[in-house]
């Protein structure tokens, strides 16, 4: 069974850093593309950022671009973002997603919250 | 950037009843290379991660009952559940995954009548 689990959400205070982890299991995990997709409370879905299988390809919504960073470590099977310079619009449940062209499998999410 | 846009914003259908959401995408999310359309349906209960039903415009995700449909092509693409049942209710959203930033839909709230 394919299984996700987002950790590393939290409060930060505005301009902070978050690292968000993404734990997955039930698949061979280095042959899929990963994704984030956020939501902000009672708002609808974002995409966020993509990575490659090798990790050599990764692509970003502009609202993140130069504060987010994607990673992956195939040996632990677990994918990666790095937050900086977190603003009080980054609030949200971030979901970490498979894909296999279309996103098929999605964690439970881990909430950010940024705020003073 | 691809902009999508559902209607309604909201519907309420009768228990047994069709129900039916649209999805527009600014530019065709139909690629030359592989003759697809890039569009996939997502369900999303509260408190619950989406779920995908449809991908590729018109393939039901493995499990997901018969009832759901997807059909079009280019930029025009049509979510119908044939007979709307308890558990349907749900927000649903379509997204393209045709070119960065995948883009969805602002969503559609299926509600009982």
């Known amino acids: 069974e394919v299984q996700l689990v987002e950790s590393g959400g939290g409060l930060v205070q505005p301009g902070g850093s978050l690292r968000l982890s993404c734990a997955a299991s039930?698949?061979?995990?280095?042959?899929?593309?990963m994704h984030w997709v956020r939501q902000a409370p009672g708002k609808g879905l974002v995409w966020v950022s993509h990575i490659s299988t090798d990790g050599s390809v990764t692509n970003y919504a502009d609202s993140v671009k130069g504060r987010f960073t994607i990673s992956r470590d195939d040996a632990e099977n677990t994918l990666y973002l790095q937050m900086n310079s977190l603003r009080a619009e980054d609030t949200a449940v971030y979901y970490c997603?498979?894909?296999?062209?279309?996103?098929?499998?999605w964690g439970q999410g881990t909430l950010v919250t940024v705020s003073s | 950037d691809i902009v999508m846009t559902q209607s309604p914003d909201s519907l309420a259908v009768s228990l047994g009843e069709g129900a039916t959401i649209n999805c527009k995408s600014s530019q065709s999310v139909l690629r030359s290379s592989n003759n697809k359309n890039h569009l996939a349906w997502y369900q999303q209960k509260p408190g619950q991660p989406p779920k995908v039903l449809i991908y590729w415009a018109s393939t039901r995700e493995s499990g997901v009952p018969d009832r759901f449909s997807g059909s079009g092509s280019g930029t025009d693409f049509t979510l119908t559940i044939s007979s709307l049942q308890a558990e349907d209710v749900a927000l649903y959203y379509c997204?393209?995954?045709?070119?960065?930033?995948?883009?969805f839909g602002q969503g559609t709230k299926v509600e009982i009548k």
């Open positions: 039930g698949f061979t995990f280095s042959t899929y593309w």
């Open positions: 997603v498979r894909s296999s062209w279309y996103l098929n499998n």
């Open positions: 997204q393209q995954y045709y070119s960065t930033p995948y883009t």
